[in-house]
């Protein structure tokens, strides 16, 4: 998976894209983990599965694990996009992040299959 954190430079505009193109995702299952490397909050998530049903999960606070209950899971219906809005912002402390097939919690997780683009807009 390709990682990417971008920060804009204006003031105006004080957010981070993070943007995960799932370019290996077919083998194996990443962890994103402390992604923005600082707290904030999160205020859009864009998700588009190209393959089978899978499941976005995110954790908030800090020192995450995969292995850990997510704090968000999101079911993203095969070959389906899904955007979620939330216009106070979720805060965080350490903002985390993986895509898989398996719903349940714990370290055996099953890769997705395929490409699943994530876009996240943070603080």
Do not use: C, H, R
Not at 59 to 75: H, L
């Amino acid at each position: 998976m390709a990682l990417t954190v971008t920060g804009f430079t204006s003031n105006t505009l004080p957010y981070k894209l993070v943007m995960e193109d799932g370019t290996s995702q077919s083998s194996a299952v990443s962890f994103n983990g402390n992604v923005t490397g600082t707290s904030g909050s999160l205020f859009s998530i864009n998700i588009v599965n190209n393959s089978n049903k899978n499941y976005l999960k995110i954790w908030v606070g800090a020192s995450a694990a995969y292995s850990d209950d997510p704090d968000v899971k999101i079911e993203i219906l095969a070959s389906q996009t899904e955007e979620i809005i939330i216009p106070s912002g979720l805060p965080f402390t350490e903002l985390s992040f993986m895509v898989t097939q398996t719903s349940a919690s714990g370290s055996s997780q099953t890769a997705p299959g395929n490409s699943a683009l994530v876009k996240l807009v943070t603080s």
